[in-house]
């Protein structure tokens, strides 16, 4: 049985969901990037209420598989314009994934060991 967060309610990840892998992109607020950064949206906001169809994604992690996509995202949403993209190659080991919503997001549901901040960098232009 996967460790998987104690917050996680049944059903998630998502049976769609497959083991995590490739190139991902992902908004942080440190550099280098720390365990922190990759929270997910309900532990980010713990009193907003989710309803059903939207707790697993809430629970997830969200991030990019391509770079003009994340940009594109950060520069809609005034509170993200700080953020600095990392990039990461992910590796099945840190949990599952699965598309959502827009062409290149997929939300990432980490394991409750998983350390992703080790294999994400900030990028260069980023610093």
């Known amino acids: 049985m996967a460790d998987w967060p104690e917050f996680y309610p049944e059903n998630t990840p998502p049976s769609k969901a497959v083991a995590t892998e490739g190139t991902s992109f992902r908004l942080v607020n440190e ?3 720390t365990r922190g950064d ?3 949206t309900y532990e980010e906001y713990p009193n907003r ?3 059903q169809s939207a707790i697993a994604n809430a629970c997830g992690t969200s991030q990019f598989r391509e770079l003009k996509d ?3 995202k950060r520069q809609l949403f005034p509170p993200l314009r700080n953020k600095k993209i990392a990039v990461g190659e992910l ?3 840190l949990g599952l994934t699965m598309k959502t919503f827009e062409p290149t997001h997929h939300t990432v ?3 409750k060991s998983a350390q992703p901040q080790i294999i994400f960098e900030v990028l260069k232009e980023e610093i």
């Open 31 to 33: 550099h280098p990037p």
């Open 70 to 72: 994340i940009q594109k």
């Open 49 to 51: 209420k989710f309803n």
């Open 38 to 40: 990759f929270r997910s």
């Open 91 to 93: 590796v099945p080991t």
């Open 109 to 111: 549901w980490y394991l």
